[in-house]
């Protein structure tokens, strides 16, 4: 994969990832099933992907490799479990919008563990993201659902700017789909006990949705996600996911008449656009 078809990929994956909160929006089970179900599935698409494709698969992991697949697996696991809690307590706009905090997480972090540097214009971001989320706040009261749903959120994009600095670490010894069938089947690993008994009582309308959700939102967009960082930076690829949030607020404003409100629009508008810059300033240097 080159770098112009890395971008397109992670762009894919933006647009996939933007109707993740419409299924978590759509399906009617907690958190927890929702996370299991959209792994297990995922888990069975790549597998059949990788062994009747023609990818000739990984050799035994090693142990090191082991300890960073499943750091990544856990890390997913708290990302997913909390955005779709965040979605269900606050909605999809708010989850969203949370969510795209992620990039800022990753300049704090990627410095200290890739030792590179980051300049102003990054910790400019980081303070332009702090300011719209602050705006994005409904109130300071915990006690308000849609203040804890954005808290949620936020630790939902703390957990997957963890998880995207851990794949790019992983993404330098294993094939995009077979380290993304790795890190979901840790997924299932840790959620599928917590929630197996939940199963029996899902709609078959919902079994439609979480496959969908599954295969197209995960699997694919995982193995995109993954494969892209081969050859983007995960600042690079954090900028174009953090695009998922408009995608997300659209379809979410067409199926389910969810607006956010004009203070949170400006929120995100400056969330959005203050790392969109970031981007446009990285490609040009």
Not at 32 to 41: E, H, N, Q
Not at 114 to 126: A, P
Not at 179 to 197: D, G, H, S
Not at 204 to 221: E, H, K, Q
């Amino acid at each position: 994969m080159n770098t112009r078809q890395a971008r397109v990929s992670i762009h894919i994956a933006a647009l996939l990832f933007g109707l993740t909160g419409i299924f978590g929006e759509l399906i009617a089970a907690s958190a927890v099933l929702i996370t299991a179900g959209r792994a297990l599935f995922a888990v069975l698409t790549l597998y059949l992907v990788i062994h009747h494709g023609g990818h000739k698969p990984h050799t035994r992991p090693s142990l090191s490799e082991l300890g960073v697949l499943t750091l990544a697996g856990a890390l997913l696991t708290i990302h997913w479990i909390t955005f779709f809690i965040a979605v269900k307590v606050s909605g999809i706009a708010i989850a969203t919008l949370g969510f795209a905090s992620f990039p800022a997480f990753i300049t704090l972090f990627e410095g200290l563990i890739f030792k590179e540097r980051s300049t102003r214009s990054e910790w400019l971001v980081v303070l332009l993201v702090s300011a719209g989320l602050v705006l994005v706040t409904p109130s300071f009261d915990l006690q308000d659902q849609n203040t804890t749903g954005l808290a949620w959120a936020i630790l939902s994009g703390l957990s997957f700017a963890l998880f995207t600095l851990a794949n790019r670490k992983a993404v330098l010894h294993m094939a995009a789909r077979e380290l993304a069938c790795w890190e979901n089947l840790v997924v299932v690993i840790l959620t599928l006990p917590w929630c197996f008994a939940e199963f029996t009582t899902l709609r078959l309308l919902d079994w439609v949705w979480l496959l969908m959700l599954g295969v197209f939102c995960t699997a694919l967009s995982h193995a995109l996600l993954v494969s892209s960082l081969s050859r983007l930076k995960a600042r690079s690829a954090g900028i174009i996911i953090a695009l998922e949030p408009i995608y997300a607020i659209f379809f979410a404003a067409i199926l389910f008449a969810q607006y956010p409100s004009l203070r949170a629009l400006a929120g995100g508008a400056l969330i959005i656009s203050a790392i969109v810059w970031s981007g446009m300033r990285s490609e040009r240097e």
